[in-house]
């Protein structure tokens, strides 16, 4: 493998990466505990209560964001602990403020129109 085959390896990877963070990030219930663990570690029996859905979809997606690596998870007796593995995810989520999102519903309006 020569350098611009290992560099468009390396490009591929990070664009598959990418999109699996997006795709996690892109469903409402997952996106919704996400922002619940933006203020600290919790426990799965504070998750379901805060996203009103059945305790195994709560740890189906859970699953789903722990094997991104969005998420982690520590256990204490019977509990299980999430947590944000980093706050930079904030960041990202963040950006998409209300401006941002009022901007791209125009956009789609005026493609429609």
Not at 56 to 82: A, F, T
């Amino acid at each position: 493998m020569n350098f611009i085959q290992f560099m468009h390896t390396q490009k591929s990877n990070l664009n598959k990466f990418k999109a699996r963070i997006f795709k996690a990030l892109s469903d409402p219930v997952r996106l919704e505990i996400v922002e619940f663990l933006r203020g600290g570690e919790k426990c799965v029996c504070e998750i379901i209560p805060h996203v009103k859905i059945a305790q195994p979809l709560v740890s189906r997606h859970l699953k789903i964001l722990k094997d991104c690596g969005l998420v982690k998870e520590r256990r204490e007796g019977n509990r299980r602990l999430y947590s944000v593995t980093d706050r930079e995810i904030f960041k990202i989520i963040d950006v998409v403020a209300s401006e941002l999102v009022e901007a791209l519903s125009r956009c789609i309006i005026e493609q429609i129109v």
